[in-house]
């Protein structure tokens, strides 16, 4: 065994499906069932005429087992197509967190500091507490939360990634 077929991948993949009842709960099981890992899910109606939709999976493990994942994936019945757009070149790639921050004084201009620089926006706000919201890739989002966790950090909640292929080509 050569290390690359140890090396853990993390995989972003795009999954284009029938969009009817119970097609998410095979894709999960199909995840499930074997043990494989899902870090970020995320789906959506892309073509409501053709009753299309799109799930985004970004998802971790060795080569070998992102390429069975890919093959599984291509098996059930309702997916049409399968991705893996870290693998078909550079994908754009983005994540919406909305963040809860309490502090007043210091730590307050402090965490408005802060999200200027990662051009974070308030959606929200009283006396003692902001809510800003904050886009980009997952590791810019860790970074943010973790700055914000000693000025008083409340509650995060995040959408998981979506993304798209440059290019003109559809999925």
Known sequence: MTPQDTQIVT??????????PGVLARVIGLFSGRGYNI?????????ASAHLSRITIVTSGT????????????????????SDLSEEGQAVERELALVK???TGDKRVEALRIADIFRASV?????????????GKSDKLDVFVDLMQPLGLIDV???????????????
Do not use: C, M, W
């Not at 959606?123 to 886009?135: A, G, K, Q, R, Y």
């Not at 909640?157 to 999925?171: D, E, M, Y």
């Open 11 to 20: 995989r972003t993949i795009a999954v284009l499906v029938d969009n009817e």
């Open 39 to 47: 870090e970020s899910l995320t789906v959506t109606e892309v073509e």
């Open 63 to 82: 080569v070998q087992i992102i390429t069975q994942i890919k093959a599984q994936l291509a098996r059930l019945v309702p997916v049409r197509k399968v």
């Open 101 to 103: 921050v309490a502090g």
């Open 123 to 135: 959606v929200d706000s009283s006396h003692d507490h902001f809510v800003f919201e904050v886009t």
């Open 157 to 171: 909640s995040r959408t998981g990634v979506v993304a798209i292929s440059r290019g003109a080509k559809p999925l």
